[in-house]
């Protein structure tokens, strides 16, 4: 049961003196999307599952390694204080340098936990990205279908599910679904 807040009410409210219409979508699972709008018409939307093998691929990928690295030295430059960032802006006092540099390589020194190459950060990661996409899993997140975007058109939500489809492989079960 959905507990109304101030906030929902007011938005509620908001709904009710604009005269804004609600349009409302099932899912293939029979999950219900909405949306309102006051002065547009939905007759379609798109929705699609995310790829947990493509999120587990990402997460493996050298693309994905070679960011942790690169990270690596700059956080490992940050944490020693020979990165040129940590440099007295011109605008700084020496106060404000002092401060903002000792904040940055503190700050450094969390984001590596620990690590002391980048061998051990990049594979940190990884491990990191992996048990959080298992815990996205166990959630049922890969199991839920996302909304896409809305359309007016049957056309364009032709499009818009193409699109979708198109990109690199993150969405599954790409479906077009009608207003109801």
Not at 31 to 43: E, L
Not at 68 to 76: I, Q
Not at 100 to 110: F, H, I, W
Request: proline share 1%; charged share 25%.
């Amino acid at each position: 049961m959905t507990r109304l807040t101030s906030k929902t009410t007011s938005i509620l409210k908001f709904c009710e003196e604009t005269d804004m219409t609600k349009f409302t979508a099932i899912d293939p699972a029979g999950k219900t999307h909405t949306r309102t709008s006051k002065s547009r018409t939905y007759t379609h939307t798109v929705v699609a599952l995310p790829s947990s093998v493509t999120a587990v691929l990402r997460a493996n990928s050298k693309e994905a390694r070679k960011m942790h690295r690169d990270n690596f030295a700059y956080y490992a430059e940050m944490a020693n204080g020979t990165s040129s960032f940590l440099d007295k802006r011109s605008y700084e006092t020496a106060e404000q340098n002092a401060d903002r540099r000792a904040n940055a390589m503190e700050s450094a020194v969390k984001t590596l936990g620990g690590c002391q190459n980048a061998n051990e950060y990049e594979a940190k990661l990884v491990v990191r990205d992996l048990e959080r996409i298992q815990k996205m899993r166990a959630e049922g997140y890969y199991d839920t279908y996302q909304n896409m975007g809305w359309c007016g058109r049957a056309d364009l939500a032709q499009k818009l599910k193409t699109t979708t489809e198109n990109r690199n492989h993150a969405w599954v079960n790409v479906t077009v679904v009608e207003v109801c």
